[in-house]
């Protein structure tokens, strides 16, 4: 089945602690986005990304960071220089071949601040 | 400045009653695409439709249509004779030619109840 996979579902970051979640897509799409959504707000975007080895910042980069080392895979790293991190994080995908082409997103990962 | 405004926070409403949410944008390019979503509550966005700036045809899909208005910055969505299964945040976007980035709506939280 094609589609956006992220895991984990859960996860929980300790004071001071680095974070990686990660995103996968078997689109064959171009563009992978991350983006931050809190509650009862609409989303944010974080980084994306239209090639491999490359990348923006979006709105809310401050205290992330990604790669993009293979088409499929755009992982976003939670640094501890993001001192509010709590919140639901989606990734998602589009093809490039059509201007704005739709964005589809995976199943998100709920980061947690024990 | 807010692209996407979503007026309606939530709506309550009996099943197979209308509901009409509201979605108003602002943009100064004359290509841009919008976007509804839903999110249910699982979790993941669900692409509902995309509409490009030049097409203003009114669109029905099942029990589902959009209104699309560019006189009025209006870009609205009916679900006729709503479900349980309707229950869900549902989110306006938008997407400029400048770039790739969506700008979401706060959301509109809809109940349906039995």
């Known amino acids: 089945d094609g589609g956006i996979t992220q895991s984990p579902k859960y996860l929980f970051r300790k004071e001071g602690q680095n974070v990686t979640l990660s995103c996968e897509q078997n689109l064959n799409h171009d563009a992978m986005y991350w983006y931050r959504q809190d509650p009862g707000q609409g989303l944010r975007l974080i980084y994306y990304?239209?090639?491999?080895?490359?990348?923006q910042k979006g709105d809310i980069a401050e205290g992330y960071s990604v790669s993009r080392e293979k088409k499929e895979s755009f992982p976003l790293t939670v640094t501890s220089a993001q001192k509010n991190p709590t919140a639901f994080y989606l990734c998602?995908?589009?093809?490039?071949?059509?201007?704005?082409?739709?964005?589809?997103f995976g199943p998100g990962t709920r980061l947690l601040v024990l | 400045a807010q692209k996407v405004t979503q007026a309606q926070t939530e709506i309550s409403v009996v099943e197979k009653e209308d509901v009409t949410l509201d979605c108003v944008y602002e943009t100064r390019d004359t290509t841009y695409y919008l976007f509804w979503y839903k999110q249910p509550p699982s979790g993941e966005l669900v692409f509902l439709i995309r509409r490009n700036s030049f097409d203003e045809q009114n669109e029905i899909s099942g029990r589902y249509s959009w209104n699309f208005q560019k006189s009025t910055s209006s870009f609205n969505f009916t679900i006729t004779a709503s479900q349980v299964v309707d229950s869900a945040v549902y989110f306006c976007?938008?997407?400029?030619?400048?770039?790739?980035?969506?700008?979401f709506g706060a959301g509109t939280t809809v109940t349906v109840r039995a």
């Open positions: 998602a995908s589009s093809s490039l071949t059509v201007p704005q082409e739709t964005q589809y």
């Open positions: 990304s239209q090639i491999v080895n490359d990348f």
């Open positions: 976007a938008l997407s400029e030619a400048r770039d790739y980035k969506l700008s």
